[in-house]
């Protein structure tokens, strides 16, 4: 059952234990808990959680949740997963910090060029932000050039956080955001000769060809290609995205789901690039901690082992969510869309308002959504689908009635969704190319 307006009664769902923490903790956390986690009123949608287990979650108030937040899209195969958690264990139980490099480090490495076979050499970090940075660092000592051109988020580390997202400055930063549009890296790649271009690819965003023309691009400029799969990796496949695409990255960077929520990520590459690594100050205390290695190797067992079947089930799971969010939206009238790219799904709504009220009436029925719009299906919750249409497809009616329709979607819409995703860069001709360029890939109607 997914389409029509009945209205079933809604559990009451008090956030009584939630809001205790949160004032608990804002005595001693600046803001309760960090601004991205605060997805939204702490009083009317959880933000404090216990334990999870498969595809579900519980929050300080004991309610059990469907979690398609999945730890930010970390969790990929599923929470409690008994492989990854007794490879974890076991590392705990024989030491988890040893005095300098673990055996397990390149047992993980073997498995990971072998597995993704994007590379013969690997690096292990514990964040996606160290390990892009990393890269980037690698790429300008093996280039001993210095610019990077840039599009997409790569965490929060400073030589991203500052980079000049003016493309037509005089004088441009040593990173330069070209903001998605293929011409601005043509052209910045003729004006910088830069080390590196470093893309994350958004699935349901861009098409693959967007990529292969980054990728031609890059090589023709003798700059080298990053791609960070930080958000994709092991989404569309154990190859990752770029593969997908006919790409091999000089370099290809991954965290998230490489860990299924440990916390892990990697750099990897050929060892004609990774080799200047030893040129360069790249390493930590924590390198050769053990239990990101060991999540690591048992997720890359596990995806190794994935049968076709069972990925193309997982994949027809993505698709199954797409469309059945549509036909909601449509059967509606929502102004809203949920787009679908290899392993990667975003909803973009015509009105935040709106979206706030529907992700809010879906926590109360027992599913969390990310209000920043990525839907991250668990390969557990392949077979829960029907269930989370029957929460969304309640949760559109009663907001619906609520507050009335969600006024038709429109480019400007989108426009606004890419603005607050950082997807459009600032240069106005720039976004507008990028803007029809996507507006052309969602199959929607030109204004
Ligand atoms: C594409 C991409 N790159 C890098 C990062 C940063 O990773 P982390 O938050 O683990 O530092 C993220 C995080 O969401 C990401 O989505």
Redesign the pocket.
Known sequence: MIEGTQQTPVPDRPLTEGLAWFERSSRTVVGGVKRMNLLDDPAEFPCFFTHSAGGRTWDADSHEYIDLIAG?GSVLIGHTEPAVDEAVIAAIRGGSMPPLTPTDYPVAAERLCAVTGMGNRAKFFR????A?TAAVRIARAATGRQTVLTC?????HDWFAERDKNPRAEAPGPVVEFGYDVQTLRELLAATSPAAVVV?PEPALFDLDFLRQCAELARAAGALLIV?E??TGFRAGPLGYAALAGVRPDLTVL??ALGNGYPV?AVLGDVAVMAAETEIHVSGTYETERLGLAAATACLDLYAARTEAEHTAYQAACQQLADGLNRIFATHGTGAHACLGPGNTQIIFADQEWATAFYRACARRGLLLYCFDDVNLMFAQTGMVEAILDIAAAAVAAVTTQLGGCPPLTVDHLAAYLNRHRVLGKDQQQAGRVLERVRARLGWARP
């Open positions: 930010k964040t996606g932000s160290c892009v997409g988020y790569h965490g929060w994350t960070d930080v958000k965290a998230k990520s």
